[in-house]
């Protein structure tokens, strides 16, 4: 009695590394933490039209995504349904899903007219140690003097055709300044847009 235990609780254990060690399996569970290329072209076509300006020289943005807590997590801009565009619901649960955690973007996979740079997490807790003071904003333009600031960006929520997405993209430019969108972008002749701004904040 005692060995067939054993033996079933083996086979179980067994099975379970099995299916653990399964190139598909594991291939499903990382699919949702690298961003798609459908999110690469949203990210390049909302950087070109809000963040690149004549004089832009370079862009630099954080590598990895952020999601923007708005109002400790009550104010859900996607709940506002704006007259004329009613939100996807599946566009919201792709939303809230990829942004339970962070996926690390890959400079290569942005399309921009202009130079970019990435900023990583250990480079921001360095330069400001969690203060956006004139002293910290100072080192930070004297390791990236031709910075305009840095762009903060979400992972993109699609609805289920693929014809609506939701986006939350901020920045950060100097002490007392910076600024959050949560757009909504639609999908038409095979080009993304963006068709409203749910939320446009500016903040310290």
Known sequence: M???????????ILLGLMLISSPGLRAQEGSDNKASEEEYDIYSA??????VKPETKL??????????????????????????????ESAVQDYE???RGQTVLSKAAFKLPVKSDMITDADLR?????HWGELEWTEYYR?????????????VGFNTAHTQALLYTGSRSGPGYGEIH???????????????QLRKNKFG
């Open 126 to 130: 360095t330069i400001f140690h969690g």
């Open 143 to 155: 390791r990236f003097p031709a910075s305009d600031g840095f762009i903060m960006l979400s992972r």
């Open 182 to 196: 949560f757009l909504v972008l639609e999908k038409a002749n095979g080009t993304w847009s963006i068709k409203k």
């Open 97 to 99: 899903s990829k942004n």
């Open 59 to 88: 862009l630099t943005i954080e590598d990895r995504t952020f999601r923007y807590d708005f109002s400790g997590g009550d104010d859900q801009p996607w709940r506002d349904k704006p007259k004329g565009l009613p939100i996807d």
């Open 46 to 51: 909302v950087i070109k039209e809000l963040y």
């Open 2 to 12: 005692f060995r067939l235990r054993g033996l079933a609780a083996g086979l179980l």
